[in-house]
C-alpha cells in the first residue's frame, strides 16, 4: 500500500467514526513558492518548505537578489519544479518564503516595478491565497531585533504598519519555521470561524506574536507558554492575550 493509499484509507475511517467529518478537502494541484531576497528566516523556510512538498506540488521563481544572496544548493535540495509560465493563471496558491521589507512597502503601496511585485499584487487581486514569512519584514522578530537593535521606535511603526496592511488584504503572515503548517490550514480550510479570536500555538514566542496584527484579540491553548518577549510585543503592540481553557 502506497502513502498516498494509507492516507485515504484513514480519511475514510475517520469519515466512517466520526459524522458529518466526510472527506478532507482536495489540496490544490499547485503552489508558487516565490524568493526575494531576504536572508533572515530562509533556513527555516527551506524545512518548511520540505515538509510540505510532500502534501503539495510546488514551483518556484526567484528575484535577482534572491539569486546573488540566497544559498541556492538549498534550495534545490527541496526538490521544488521550477515555474517557467502562466505564473498566477496555473496556480491556487502563492508561497513567499523570503518577505523583504522592500517587496512589502511595494505591495502595500501598489508599486508594480518588478516580476515580484507584480506577481503578489495579482493573486491578490485575483483573491488566490498568499502566504509570507515575516521573519525579515517585522521589527519584533527575534533575527531582525538582533541585526538592529537601535532601530527607531518610529521606523518600527512603520514596518508594522505595513504588515497590517498587507495583512487587511487577505495575505497571511507566518513565521517561516512554520510556514507549512500556516499553509496547509489555508489550502484544508482550516481557517477561524469569523470574528471568533485565532487560537494561538502552545508555545508562544515574540515570532509568534510578530504575525498579529496591532490590537489583536487573541485566545491561547490550553496551558500555554508564553515567553518574555513575546508579553513584551504584545503588550507593545496592544494585543491581548486570553488564557485558554
Same mark, same amino acid.
Given at each position: 500500500?502506497?502513502? !498516498?493509499?494509507?492516507?485515504?484509507?484513514?480519511?475514510?475511517?475517520?469519515?466512517?467514526?466520526?459524522?458529518?467529518?466526510?472527506? /478532507?478537502?482536495?489540496?490544490? *494541484?499547485?503552489?508558487?513558492?516565490? =524568493?526575494?531576497? /531576504?536572508?533572515?528566516? =530562509?533556513?527555516?523556510?527551506?524545512? +518548511?518548505?520540505?515538509?510540505?512538498?510532500?502534501?503539495?506540488?510546488?514551483?518556484?521563481? *526567484?528575484?535577482? +537578489?534572491?539569486?546573488?544572496?540566497?544559498?541556492?544548493?538549498?534550495?534545490? @535540495?527541496?526538490?521544488?519544479?521550477?515555474?517557467?509560465?502562466?505564473?498566477? #493563471?496555473?496556480?491556487?496558491?502563492?508561497?513567499?518564503?523570503?518577505?523583504?521589507? %522592500?517587496?512589502? #512597502?511595494?505591495?502595500?503601496?501598489?508599486?508594480?516595478?518588478?516580476?515580484?511585485?507584480?506577481?503578489?499584487?495579482?493573486?491578490?487581486?485575483?483573491?488566490?491565497?498568499?502566504?509570507? !514569512? &515575516?521573519?525579515?519584514?517585522?521589527?519584533?522578530?527575534?533575527?531582525?531585533?538582533?541585526? =538592529?537593535?537601535?532601530?527607531? +521606535?518610529?521606523?518600527? @511603526?512603520?514596518?508594522?504598519? %505595513?504588515?497590517?496592511?498587507?495583512?487587511? =488584504?487577505?495575505?497571511?503572515?507566518?513565521?517561516?519555521?512554520?510556514?507549512?503548517? #500556516?499553509?496547509?490550514?489555508?489550502?484544508?480550510?482550516?481557517?477561524?470561524?469569523?470574528? /471568533?479570536?485565532?487560537?494561538?500555538?502552545?508555545?508562544?514566542?515574540? @515570532?509568534?506574536?510578530?504575525?498579529?496584527?496591532?490590537?489583536?484579540?487573541?485566545?491561547? #491553548?490550553?496551558?500555554?507558554?508564553?515567553?518574555?518577549?513575546?508579553?513584551?510585543?504584545? !503588550?507593545?503592540?496592544?494585543? &491581548?492575550?486570553?488564557?485558554?481553557?
Amino acid at each position: 500500500m502506497t502513502e !498516498a493509499q494509507l492516507r485515504d484509507l484513514i480519511r475514510e475511517i475517520l469519515a466512517d467514526l466520526l459524522p458529518g467529518a466526510g472527506p /478532507a478537502p482536495a489540496l490544490p *494541484q499547485h503552489a508558487l513558492v516565490l =524568493f526575494t531576497g /531576504a536572508l533572515l528566516g =530562509f533556513e527555516e523556510a527551506c524545512t +518548511s518548505l520540505t515538509r510540505l512538498r510532500a502534501d503539495l506540488p510546488l514551483d518556484w521563481i *526567484q528575484t535577482g +537578489s534572491a539569486r546573488r544572496i540566497l544559498d541556492q544548493p538549498t534550495i534545490e @535540495a527541496i526538490g521544488m519544479t521550477p515555474a517557467d509560465k502562466s505564473l498566477v #493563471a496555473s496556480h491556487d496558491l502563492l508561497i513567499v518564503p523570503t518577505l523583504t521589507v %522592500n517587496m512589502v #512597502a511595494k505591495v502595500v503601496h501598489g508599486v508594480g516595478d518588478c516580476l515580484a511585485s507584480n506577481v503578489i499584487a495579482e493573486f491578490i487581486m485575483s483573491g488566490k491565497p498568499v502566504v509570507v !514569512a &515575516t521573519n525579515a519584514a517585522c521589527p519584533d522578530s527575534a533575527g531582525k531585533r538582533e541585526w =538592529f537593535p537601535r532601530m527607531p +521606535s518610529g521606523y518600527q @511603526a512603520m514596518l508594522r504598519e %505595513n504588515l497590517t496592511r498587507l495583512r487587511s =488584504f487577505g495575505v497571511h503572515l507566518a513565521d517561516a519555521s512554520r510556514l507549512d503548517r #500556516a499553509v496547509l490550514r489555508q489550502v484544508r480550510g482550516d481557517a477561524p470561524t469569523p470574528g /471568533a479570536a485565532p487560537v494561538l500555538d502552545r508555545v508562544v514566542t515574540e @515570532a509568534t506574536i510578530a504575525g498579529l496584527p496591532d490590537g489583536a484579540d487573541v485566545r491561547l #491553548a490550553p496551558r500555554a507558554i508564553i515567553t518574555d518577549l513575546a508579553r513584551e510585543a504584545a !503588550a507593545r503592540r496592544h494585543i &491581548t492575550l486570553r488564557e485558554g481553557s
